[in-house]
């Protein structure tokens, strides 16, 4: 089962997992003033919700990510993309917390996203959908955890895009956040990142087969632009001593040089794969919509200029981790959250961890992070006496 072989609405009907349907009768007005409803949410959990209703842990995914962060995916039966970080006896112990992770609003996991039919016209939305942004996405998590009769979570937790929503969910639901662990995250997206995800959006534009964004009703996908988005995507995501490590110059299944414009090189290969197997679980109008509630996202800005603002009063406890290789969320970032933090006295920890894998360090295999999460969710596990 492939985005590709079948058409995207049917993808999202018949995945697995649980969803439940919001705003019959009070749809929900978006950051925009767009007004968006009903809303299906498509979501994960893992592990038993305690008789107090405390030992919930929100899990917010990264901009390709989804609610499969445990167990295989079931479009493309790899294990889920944070298989070591949750589960029995691991930092986020489902043996001992109750853990949520939704599908982003935007998404197209089930979630509600241009992939999706408008109730109104009963056609999938294209660009018709309104554009998004991390507020919405979080306003529609805390309508999620209300259908669900959980006032509170433990802890929200996520890494790069999901870092933002971890800030949002505490500058505007503190009171219902006990910790927050936002990983790789910034309070604003930058303008580097702005221009890179531009240059994503426009090389899907560019595919005659995106058709103006309803490419769904003629059965084409702008494959080749949503490729290329990966690709480029993807180097961000690394590091060049990481790039060099796995690849260096190494030539792919050859000998020689080419002399041609083929994939002589394994780094060219491996971009190319990871483009080709991107399209085949991910929808080209998603990728442009999430991108650009992450440009769209600056909390200072929202705040009247000083970050210290969105934590005013807060009770939240705070651990920041930043990896000092990444270059897309780097670690000046986190500090600047920290020292807002600070000057609005809130309780926040900070660990900056040395690793060369770049940004995508918080996905992989990192005893550091795994040691610095696993104590801090047991530190505030015992407070609650969990």
Same mark, same amino acid.
């Given at each position: 089962?492939?985005?590709?072989?079948?058409?995207?609405?049917?993808?999202?009907?018949?995945?697995?997992?649980?969803?439940?349907?919001?705003?019959?009768?009070?749809?929900?007005?978006?950051?925009?003033?767009? =007004?968006?409803?009903?809303?299906?949410?498509?979501?994960?959990?893992?592990?038993?919700?305690?008789?107090?209703?405390?030992?919930?842990?929100?899990?917010?995914?990264?901009?390709?990510?989804?609610?499969?962060?445990?167990?295989?995916?079931?479009?493309?039966?790899?294990?889920?993309?944070?298989?070591?970080?949750?589960?029995?006896?691991?930092?986020?112990?489902?043996?001992?917390?109750?853990?949520?992770?939704?599908?982003?609003?935007?998404?197209?996991?089930?979630?509600?996203?241009?992939?999706?039919?408008?109730?109104?016209?009963?056609?999938?939305?294209?660009?018709?959908?309104?554009?998004?942004?991390?507020?919405?996405?979080?306003?529609?998590?805390?309508?999620?955890?209300?259908?669900?009769?959980?006032?509170?979570?433990?802890?929200?937790?996520?890494?790069?895009?999901?870092?933002?929503?971890?800030?949002?969910?505490?500058?505007?639901?503190?009171?219902?956040? =006990?910790?927050?662990?936002?990983?790789?995250?910034?309070?604003?997206?930058?303008?580097?990142?702005?221009?890179?995800?531009?240059?994503?959006?426009?090389?899907?534009?560019?595919?005659?087969?995106?058709?103006?964004?309803?490419?769904?009703?003629?059965?084409?996908?702008?494959?080749?632009?949503?490729?290329?988005?990966?690709?480029?995507?993807?180097?961000?995501?690394?590091?060049?001593?990481?790039?060099?490590?796995?690849?260096?110059?190494?030539?792919?299944?050859?000998?020689?040089?080419?002399?041609?414009?083929?994939?002589?090189?394994?780094?060219?290969?491996?971009?190319?794969?990871?483009?080709?197997?991107?399209?085949?679980?991910?929808?080209?109008?998603?990728?442009?919509?999430?991108?650009?509630?992450?440009?769209?996202?600056?909390?200072?800005?929202?705040?009247?200029?000083?970050?210290?603002?969105?934590?005013?009063?807060?009770?939240?406890?705070?651990?920041?981790?930043?990896?000092?290789?990444?270059?897309?969320?780097?670690?000046?970032?986190?500090?600047?959250?920290?020292?807002?933090?600070?000057?609005?006295?809130?309780?926040?920890?900070?660990?900056?961890?040395?690793?060369?894998?770049?940004?995508?360090?918080?996905?992989?295999?990192?005893?550091?992070?795994?040691?610095?999460?696993?104590?801090?969710?047991?530190?505030?596990?015992?407070?609650?006496?969990?």
């Amino acid at each position: 089962m492939t985005l590709a072989g079948r058409a995207v609405h049917e993808i999202q009907e018949s995945l697995p997992g649980p969803r439940v349907v919001l705003g019959h009768g009070a749809p929900m007005t978006l950051e925009s003033g767009a =007004v968006l409803g009903p809303v299906t949410v498509a979501y994960r959990t893992w592990g038993a919700l305690n008789d107090a209703r405390s030992n919930a842990i929100l899990i917010c995914h990264a901009l390709t990510g989804d609610q499969y962060a445990v167990g295989a995916h079931p479009i493309t039966g790899k294990p889920g993309w944070w298989e070591l970080m949750v589960g029995p006896g691991k930092p986020i112990d489902t043996d001992r917390f109750h853990v949520i992770c939704p599908n982003c609003l935007g998404g197209c996991m089930g979630t509600t996203g241009p992939a999706a039919a408008d109730p109104e016209t009963g056609d999938l939305y294209g660009m018709s959908f309104p554009v998004i942004t991390i507020r919405d996405m979080v306003e529609v998590q805390a309508r999620l955890l209300d259908q669900l009769g959980i006032e509170k979570v433990m802890c929200v937790i996520g890494g790069s895009m999901g870092g933002m929503q971890v800030l949002e969910w505490v500058a505007r639901h503190g009171d219902r956040v =006990v910790s927050a662990v936002p990983i790789a995250g910034a309070a604003r997206h930058s303008a580097q990142n702005i221009a890179f995800h531009e240059v994503s959006r426009q090389a899907i534009m560019a595919d005659p087969d995106w058709r103006g964004g309803f490419y769904y009703r003629e059965g084409k996908r702008p494959e080749s632009g949503l490729s290329v988005a990966r690709m480029a995507a993807h180097i961000t995501y690394l590091s060049e001593p990481a790039l060099w490590r796995k690849f260096g110059r190494s030539l792919q299944d050859r000998y020689a040089k080419s002399f041609g414009f083929g994939a002589d090189f394994q780094v060219e290969s491996y971009l190319r794969h990871q483009g080709a197997s991107f399209v085949e679980r991910f929808d080209a109008n998603a990728y442009l919509y999430i991108t650009r509630a992450m440009d769209y996202f600056d909390l200072v800005a929202e705040f009247d200029g000083d970050l210290a603002n969105a934590w005013k009063d807060t009770g939240t406890r705070f651990l920041l981790v930043s990896f000092t290789s990444d270059w897309l969320f780097p670690t000046s970032e986190s500090k600047e959250v920290v020292r807002s933090l600070n000057r609005a006295g809130a309780n926040v920890s900070f660990v900056e961890i040395e690793s060369d894998k770049g940004h995508d360090a918080f996905l992989l295999d990192e005893p550091d992070l795994f040691a610095t999460t696993g104590g801090f969710l047991d530190s505030v596990a015992r407070e609650l006496e969990i």
